[in-house]
């Protein structure tokens, strides 16, 4: 917000002149020697109105400086706290934040899936975060099982793969699949645990898959948080995301975003009905009765990927969430100047 200071400033000059009526003017030299009195008295007071209007003038032009530079401060401020849509994302998204608070150790779980004759046919690897520092028992536990399931869910990825393969007859020969799941530390204090994981696949195909998953826990409790939690005011966030996602539409004609993207990310705020934002999606009546209905919940985990720095909130969208794979993902940076994150995290 932009704060503009007005300066009003009123000069009165309150000048006194002599005059005599004219009947004096016929009492000879007195009247003179009073008009000469008055004419006397009127330049000294024009004078000295003259010299305190001097004054008045320069003050006034000296607090409309300091209120100029005052107002360009501020609006350099505004600017440079302003919400913009990243210019490398994947680069921003999987830079990883090697100065925590929290000592973060982070090893590879890897493994080597052969067929029969002994080729490498896949590669799955997973990576493990193992806090350094004591004190963090209840956290430690859920990163374990995070990772865990993680891992599981590579293996079943794999596993269905297989299968297909199988049934196809496709024939493959040297490390052809790849599997792995890398983690980015962003922020770890005493307020919040904040990393993203790069969950990188390619199973055939024209090209890889590749998806970015955040995960933001409350430190002391291992508790996750959800993007309401660390929002001042959530409806302002996601109104101000989403007239910046129109904004850098409108400045750049050669980026298309979907058709019905405001729709998505109004979806994924505040929630997707399965009835209705999936009805065109071929899906048949059994996934519908597997697809739940979140319209209208308050948990927004499962829907929006984001992540908390010491600066800044960041929101992703990945690919094919808001546009096609060739454009990439897509992250909005949030300053903590813009008032939009609670103090406590900001």
Same mark, same amino acid.
């Given at each position: 917000?932009?704060?503009? !200071?007005?300066?009003?400033?009123?000069?009165?000059?309150?000048?006194?002149?002599?005059?005599?009526?004219?009947?004096?003017?016929?009492?000879?030299?007195?009247?003179?020697?009073?008009?000469?009195?008055?004419?006397?008295?009127?330049?000294?007071? =024009?004078?000295?109105?003259?010299?305190?209007?001097? @004054?008045?003038?320069?003050?006034?032009?000296?607090?409309?400086?300091?209120?100029?530079?005052?107002?360009?401060?501020?609006?350099?401020?505004?600017?440079?706290?302003?919400?913009?849509?990243?210019?490398?994302?994947?680069?921003?998204?999987?830079?990883?934040?090697?100065?925590?608070? !929290?000592?973060?150790?982070?090893?590879?779980?890897?493994?080597?899936?052969?067929?029969?004759?002994?080729?490498?046919?896949? =590669?799955?690897?997973?990576?493990?975060?193992? !806090?350094?520092? $004591?004190?963090?028992?209840?956290?430690?536990?859920?990163?374990?099982?995070?990772?865990?399931?993680?891992?599981?869910?590579?293996?079943?990825?794999?596993?269905?793969?297989?299968?297909?393969?199988?049934? $196809?007859?496709?024939?493959?020969?040297?490390?052809?699949?790849?599997?792995?799941?890398?983690?980015?530390?962003? @922020?770890? %204090?005493?307020?919040?645990?904040?990393?993203? =994981?790069?969950?990188? $696949?390619?199973?055939?195909?024209?090209?890889?898959?590749?998806?970015?998953?955040?995960?933001?826990?409350?430190?002391?409790?291992?508790?996750?948080?959800?993007? @309401?939690?660390?929002?001042?005011?959530?409806?302002?966030?996601?109104?101000?995301?989403?007239?910046?996602?129109?904004?850098?539409?409108?400045?750049?004609?050669?980026?298309?975003?979907?058709?019905?993207?405001?729709?998505?990310?109004?979806?994924?705020?505040?929630?997707?009905?399965?009835?209705?934002?999936?009805?065109?999606?071929?899906?048949?009546?059994?996934?519908?009765?597997?697809?739940? %209905?979140?319209?209208?919940?308050?948990? %927004?985990? %499962?829907?929006?990927?984001?992540?908390?720095?010491?600066?800044?909130?960041?929101?992703?969208?990945?690919?094919?969430?808001?546009?096609?794979?060739?454009?990439?993902?897509?992250?909005?940076?949030?300053?903590?100047?813009?008032?939009?994150?609670?103090?406590?995290?900001?």
């Amino acid at each position: 917000m932009k704060k503009k !200071i007005v300066i009003s400033e009123k000069v009165t000059a309150v000048m006194l002149a002599a005059a005599m009526a004219i009947s004096m003017t016929a009492c000879g030299s007195p009247a003179k020697d009073m008009q000469g009195a008055a004419e006397t008295a009127a330049d000294e007071e =024009t004078s000295t109105v003259e010299t305190a209007a001097d @004054r008045e003038t320069s003050a006034v032009e000296t607090v409309s400086e300091i209120a100029g530079n005052t107002t360009e401060s501020t609006e350099n401020a505004a600017t440079d706290a302003e919400i913009l849509v990243a210019e490398d994302p994947d680069t921003e998204i999987t830079a990883s934040n090697e100065n925590t608070d !929290i000592k973060v150790t982070v090893e590879d779980q890897k493994e080597e899936k052969k067929n029969d004759a002994g080729e490498v046919l896949v =590669t799955i690897s997973v990576q493990k975060a193992t !806090i350094e520092d $004591s004190g963090y028992d209840a956290l430690q536990k859920v990163l374990d099982q995070q990772s865990a399931d993680t891992y599981e869910l590579a293996q079943e990825a794999w596993g269905d793969m297989q299968a297909f393969l199988e049934d $196809s007859d496709w024939e493959t020969t040297g490390s052809l699949y790849a599997i792995e799941d890398t983690i980015s530390m962003k @922020r770890g %204090d005493d307020r919040i645990f904040s990393y993203v =994981t790069t969950d990188y $696949s390619y199973l055939g195909g024209a090209h890889p898959n590749v998806v970015y998953n955040s995960y933001n826990y409350d430190t002391k409790t291992g508790k996750r948080l959800t993007l @309401r939690d660390v929002t001042e005011d959530y409806d302002s966030l996601y109104a101000q995301v989403l007239d910046t996602l129109k904004a850098f539409q409108e400045e750049h004609e050669d980026f298309m975003f979907f058709e019905d993207y405001e729709g998505t990310v109004k979806g994924m705020f505040y929630g997707f009905s399965a009835e209705e934002d999936l009805e065109d999606s071929g899906m048949t009546d059994a996934d519908r009765e597997e697809t739940p %209905d979140t319209a209208g919940t308050a948990s %927004d985990i %499962d829907n929006i990927q984001w992540y908390l720095t010491d600066n800044e909130l960041v929101v992703i969208f990945n690919r094919y969430d808001i546009a096609g794979y060739a454009f990439g993902p897509t992250a909005v940076k949030i300053p903590f100047e813009t008032g939009l994150v609670k103090e406590i995290y900001s």
